[in-house]
T-cell receptor
Framework: KAGVTQTPRYLIKTRGQQVTLSCSPI?????VSWYQQTPGQGLQFLFE???????NKGNFPGRFSGRQFSNSRSEMNVSTLELGDSALYLC??????????????FGEGSRLTVL | QQQVKQSPQSLIVQKGGISIINCAYE??????FPWYQQFPGKGPALLIA?????SEKKEGRFTISFNKSAKQFSLHIMDSQPGDSATYFC???????????FGTGTRLTIIP
C-alpha cells in the first residue's frame, strides 16, 4: 500500500513569489491535514480537508490556502512568500481526520526555502 | 501560545538506559495523547497513544505514563537502542476544536 506522497520534496523561492505544494493521500483516505514544521515552533496545524471541504484551520494568515479534489488529493498554496515561511510542510492523511479514531499517516514533507 | 509543553529539548542517553520525555498541558478538552517519532528526512510516525481514562500504556519497550490530575504525560523508552535516536513529539487532540496540538519536540540521541 503506497504511503502519502508529497511533491515537490525541495524547492527554493524568493520573497513575494507564490508556491503550490501537492499531497496524494493513502488510497481510501478522505482526510488530508497540513502542518508547518520549523525548528523553533515544532509542528503547527494549517488546515484539514475532508471530502473536498475545509473542516478546520489553524492560526495562519490568509496567504496560506488549500483545497482538496474529488480524488482526495490536496494542494496548499502560499502567496506573497516571506522569509519566515521557510519550513518543512507536512501532509497527513487519515480515514476520518480525527486521530482519536484513526491514525494520521504523514508524508515526508516539502522543504521550502524562501530567499 | 504553546498549549503542550515538552521537555527536554534534547536528550542523550547511553545504550541500554531509560529515556524519559515529559509533556504538560492545560486544556481540559484534550482527550487523546499520541506520541510521534520522526527520523531525519522522514515525516512523523505514530509510536504509541493513550486516552486519559488510562494511567499507563505499554507497547514493547515504549511506555506512556499519564497523570490526569497533574495534566502531565511522559514517554519512557526502556533499554534504549541507537536505532531509537530520533526526534519525538508529544501531541494532544482537542475534541472540541478538532485540532491536534504538538509539543516542540525532543531530539533523542542514544550513544553506544
Amino acid at each position: 500500500k503506497a504511503g502519502v506522497t508529497q511533491t515537490p520534496r525541495y524547492l527554493i523561492k524568493t520573497r513575494g513569489q507564490q508556491v503550490t505544494l501537492s499531497c496524494s493521500p493513502i488510497s481510501g483516505h478522505r482526510s488530508v491535514s497540513w502542518y508547518q514544521q520549523t525548528p523553533g515552533q515544532g509542528l503547527q496545524f494549517l488546515f484539514e480537508y475532508f471530502s473536498e471541504t475545509q473542516r478546520n484551520k489553524g492560526n495562519f494568515p490568509g496567504r496560506f490556502s488549500g483545497r482538496q479534489f474529488s480524488n482526495s488529493r490536496s494542494e496548499m498554496n502560499v502567496s506573497t512568500l516571506e522569509l519566515g515561511d521557510s519550513a518543512l510542510y507536512l501532509c497527513a492523511s487519515s480515514l476520518a481526520g480525527r486521530p482519536n479514531t484513526g491514525e494520521l499517516f504523514f508524508g515526508e514533507g516539502s522543504r521550502l526555502t524562501v530567499l | 501560545q504553546q498549549q503542550v509543553k515538552q521537555s527536554p529539548q534534547s536528550l542523550i542517553v547511553q545504550k541500554g538506559g531509560i529515556s524519559i520525555i515529559n509533556c504538560a498541558y492545560e486544556n481540559t478538552a484534550f482527550d487523546y495523547f499520541p506520541w510521534y517519532q520522526q527520523f531525519p528526512g522522514k515525516g512523523p510516525a505514530l509510536l504509541i497513544a493513550i486516552r486519559p481514562d488510562v494511567s499507563e500504556k505499554k507497547e514493547g519497550r515504549f511506555t506512556i505514563s499519564f497523570n490526569k490530575s497533574a495534566k502531565q504525560f511522559s514517554l519512557h523508552i526502556m533499554d534504549s537502542q541507537p536505532g531509537d535516536s530520533a526526534t519525538y513529539f508529544c501531541a494532544a487532540w482537542d475534541f472540541g476544536n478538532e485540532k491536534l496540538t504538538f509539543g516542540t519536540g525532543t531530539r533523542l540521541t542514544i550513544i553506544p
